[in-house]
């Protein structure tokens, strides 16, 4: 058997496995006192009896204690391998805490159904109006200048505008019954200042 191990045949080490795998795990399992790790420590075993199967001597009776040594030499070597991996997890940062998203969640939710809401109401306005609106409250533009953009009486700019204002504000207003109070919404169309772009 022996000499077969040493030159590297594949059934007598079928045979070596057959024979001392149970010996070599209950030996593992006494080192280490954890049935998993002493599993892994039986095929760590005889891989590292193939890696080293040339040292074996041509004299000698059983094999059993040679492989209880490699056995020996794997426990300590895992158990090595443990502690520094231990290591190194402890000198990691602490994971930082999960931010609670829900309340950006619910924010996200809530402004999208309002932009839902505010593009159904845009729908609702004439093409004059709209171009109005976004003249004079999304780019921040006076009546003068919004009329000359446009090419119509400063009157006019003024006419649609409040057109377009009154019918934005009855559109996003709540359904009666919601819970809100008349008179506590934003008003639907104020102006802003883009700057200059």
Known sequence: M???VRAGDHDAFGELFDAYARSVYNHAYRLTGEWAVA????????????????????????LRPWLLGVAT????????AARRHAAAVARLPPPEAAEDFADELASRIDDAEQLALVRTAL???????????????WSGLDYAAAARAL???VGTVRSRLSRART?????????E???QMRGGRISAARPIQEGNR
Request: proline residues 5%.
């Open 39 to 62: 599993e892994d420590i039986v095929s760590l075993t005889f891989l590292e009896a193939w890696r080293l199967r040339a040292k074996v001597d041509d004299e000698g009776g059983s």
């Open 123 to 137: 729908a609702t306005l004439r093409r004059a109006e709209r171009e109005v609106l976004a003249l004079c409250v």
């Open 177 to 179: 019954g919601c819970g």
């Open 151 to 153: 090419g119509v009486p």
């Open 73 to 80: 030499n794997v426990t300590r070597n895992t158990r090595r």
């Open 2 to 4: 022996r000499s077969r």
């Open 167 to 175: 019918k934005l504000a009855k559109a996003v207003e709540p359904p």
